[in-house]
C-alpha cells in the first residue's frame, strides 16, 4: 500500500515537472521542472531497492547535470524583464499547504516504512558491494568496451568541433 501511495504522489511530480518543463515559457522554470522529475526519479529507485542507482541520480542527474544546464542557461541569458507582480494571489499560500501536506505525508509514510528490527530486513540488492561485484567480474569486458566507446566518441567530438573545413592559404 505504501508503494502505491508513494508511486501516485512522486509519479505525479514527476508528470508536472515534465509537463512544465516542456511548456513554460522560462527555461529556467523548464529547468527546474526537469530537476523535479529527476528527484522523483530517485523516488521510484529507492523504492525498488536500487540505493545506489539512486544516490548515482540524485548526485550526478540532479546535482551536476542540473547545474551545468542552469549554469548554461544563466550563461546565455535571458534578455528578458521579469514581471515581478504576483498575477496567482492564491499561489504563495496553496504552496505552502501543499508543501506542509508533503511533509505530513512524508513524516507518516517514513514512520511506517523504515525496518526496525535487523532480523526482519532483508539485505538490499543495489548495494555499492553488490554492484561492483557484478561489474568488475561478470560485466568487466562490456564495461571495458563502454568506457573505450565513450572515450572514442568524446575524442571524436573534439575532432569534429575544431575541423575547418576551409581550404588553408
Keep these: 500500500m505504501v508503494e502505491l501511495v508513494l508511486f501516485i504522489v ?16 522560462n ?3 523548464g529547468a527546474l521542472g ?3 522529475t529527476m528527484l522523483s526519479i530517485a523516488v521510484f529507485y529507492v523504492v525498488n ?16 547535470v542540473m547545474t551545468l544546464f542552469l549554469f548554461v542557461i544563466m550563461l546565455i541569458g535571458v534578455d528578458r524583464h521579469e514581471n515581478l507582480e504576483e498575477s496567482l494571489p492564491i ?9 506542509i501536506a508533503f511533509l505530513v505525508l ?8 523504515w525496518i526496525t528490527a535487523p532480523e526482519a530486513a532483508s539485505p538490499p540488492n543495489g548495494t555499492v558491494e553488490n554492484i561492483a561485484d557484478l561489474l568488475f567480474t561478470d560485466w568487466l569486458l562490456p564495461f571495458e568496451v563502454t568506457t573505450l566507446l565513450l572515450i572514442i566518441a568524446s575524442v571524436g567530438a573534439v575532432a569534429l568541433a ?8
Design 10 to 25: 512522486f509519479g505525479a511530480i514527476a508528470l508536472a515537472g515534465a509537463l512544465s518543463m516542456v511548456l513554460h515559457p
Design 27 to 29: 527555461p529556467v522554470h
Design 34 to 36: 526537469l530537476m523535479a
Design 49 to 64: 531497492s536500487g540505493h545506489f542507482i539512486a544516490a548515482v541520480q540524485v548526485v550526478v542527474y540532479a546535482g551536476a
Design 91 to 99: 499561489q504563495r499560500p496553496l504552496a505552502i499547504a501543499v508543501g
Design 106 to 113: 512524508l513524516g507518516l509514510i517514513g514512520g511506517n516504512a
Design 162 to 169: 575544431q575541423y575547418d573545413p576551409r581550404p588553408k592559404e
